[in-house]
């Protein structure tokens, strides 16, 4: 009896596939490869796989997995991938489905640190040309740390003890876990804010020392750009001297250790004090040797002609103006005196020429033109008359109202006010204004147009 071969469908070989891997193979692995072809799919979920010298392992990582990853993968990076190996049944094909992944050789924090630090001083963040000044005598500062820990109480005590003038306002963060990046990065935001009202001259963010795992969150990337966008200056206080965080590289200044954060944020009272005293015996030796260069000037003055006999400039000059009209004086004398010889020189002169002589010929002859003017102009006056009443008379004669006079009239259109000269000028029905000597006038209608010869 022939035995009959059992027939497999595709979903049930890979079925029997996925089941042998599962059976034989431990519920956890970890793989160690270098990811290539790395992809975050729009979901959230990443697709990539891990090689070696010999083989390639396809992988996949689903959001919430990835969410917990700190640094960031990417290809030609070495890792240690953990999770379970699985079969997609509907396509045939096997990949491990990663639920931890950590990088070869480093930590997963240090490396992220690194790429963090490498992207945003790419960006520009950590230049100097970015940061602002800290004020030189702070009047307001606003604390970002925990209410609970012991850096509120090392910054505080770190200002009074420097600055007591200073008023300390603090606002209570989280400084790790969950979350605690962005609450800090919301309240740099919110203090900006309303700074108009609050007046803060600067911000100190900080805590007290920890692992790199309980700094990470002044680390994180959305704390980076808060300090950097503020326009309040910030000091970052972060852990302890070794301590180095990405908020300390943005911060305009940095602060090893929340105490030498009052160091960093206000000066000592004691050096300003000795300063100012300082300046003020440099000041009163200066004034000193002012006043007693002022003195010796006052007694070189004091020695000096012009105050022995303060009168004698002004007597000086009254003798000079007392020359000065003696001068003028003799002067005007010498031209008075001219002046009477050249007046007696020319008197004589008129009397030889005998102007009243002159004076009578020029007389007669003045009289003899104006007789001549007279008689010229009184004939040229009579000549323009007798013009202007025969231009006057040629005027009238044509004056088209003159006839009127001698029993004649004119008839005009009272429509168009032109003169009526023949029939074809008016209708029946027409208003006609007739006009008489003496500015009478006669008004008409039209009843009948006739012809003589008709």
Request: with cysteine; glycine share 8%.
């Amino acid at each position: 009896m022939q035995t009959q071969t059992k027939i497999y469908s595709v979903t049930e070989v890979n079925s029997l596939v996925k089941e042998a891997l599962e059976a034989s193979l431990p519920g956890r692995v970890t793989v160690r490869g270098e990811i290539t072809g790395w992809k975050q799919h729009s979901s959230g979920h990443c697709y990539f796989s891990l090689k070696d010298e010999g083989s390639v392992l396809p992988c996949a990582m689903w959001k919430p997995n990835f969410a917990k990853v700190r640094f960031r993968p990417d290809n030609g990076l070495a890792v240690l991938a953990t999770g379970f190996v699985n079969v997609y049944v509907p396509q045939g094909r096997y990949s491990l489905v990663v639920e931890e992944m950590t990088p070869a050789g480093v930590g997963a924090l240090q490396l992220a640190f690194e790429q963090m630090v490498r992207k945003l001083r790419a960006e520009g963040l950590f230049s100097d040309e970015h940061k602002k000044p800290i004020p030189t005598y702070p009047e307001r500062i606003g604390i970002l740390t925990s209410e609970s820990g012991a850096a509120v109480h090392d910054i505080a005590d770190s200002v009074h003890h420097r600055w007591p003038c200073t008023r300390l306002y603090l606002y209570p963060v989280p400084v790790q876990g969950e979350g605690a990046a962005a609450q800090i990065a919301a309240a740099i935001r919110d203090v900006n804010r309303r700074n108009a009202r609050l007046k803060l001259d600067l911000l100190i963010v900080g805590r007290g020392g920890g692992s790199l795992e309980d700094l990470w969150a002044f680390n994180e990337e959305v704390l980076a750009r808060a300090i950097f966008a503020s326009t309040i200056p910030i000091i970052s206080a972060v852990g302890h001297e070794v301590d180095v965080t990405v908020a300390d590289m943005v911060a305009d200044a940095r602060a090893s250790t929340p105490t030498k954060a009052g160091v960093v944020a206000v000066p000592d009272m004691r050096d300003v004090l000795a300063d100012l005293a300082h300046e003020e015996r440099r000041l009163s030796a200066n004034v000193q040797s002012r006043l007693e260069l002022a003195g010796e000037y006052l007694r070189t003055v004091l020695a000096s002609a012009a105050f022995r006999n303060p009168l004698l400039p002004i007597r000086n000059r009254e003798q000079h103006v007392d020359e000065l009209a003696s001068g003028l004086a003799d002067g005007v004398k010498g031209l008075l005196a001219d002046a009477r010889i050249a007046l007696q020189g020319y008197y004589e002169q008129v009397t030889r020429i005998e102007p009243h002589r002159l004076l009578g010929k020029v007389a007669i002859e003045l009289n003899e033109l104006r007789s001549r003017v007279l008689a010229g102009a009184t004939a040229a006056l009579n000549a323009c008359r007798m013009e202007l009443t025969a231009e006057e008379n040629r005027l009238r004669a044509l004056d088209p109202r003159s006839v009127l006079k001698r029993g004649y009239s004119i008839t005009l259109s009272q429509e168009t006010g032109r003169v009526v000269r023949t029939l074809d000028d008016v209708q029946v029905g027409d208003d006609l204004i007739t006009e008489l000597a003496g500015d009478n006038l006669i008004e008409s209608r039209v009843t009948v147009r006739r012809s003589r010869t008709q």
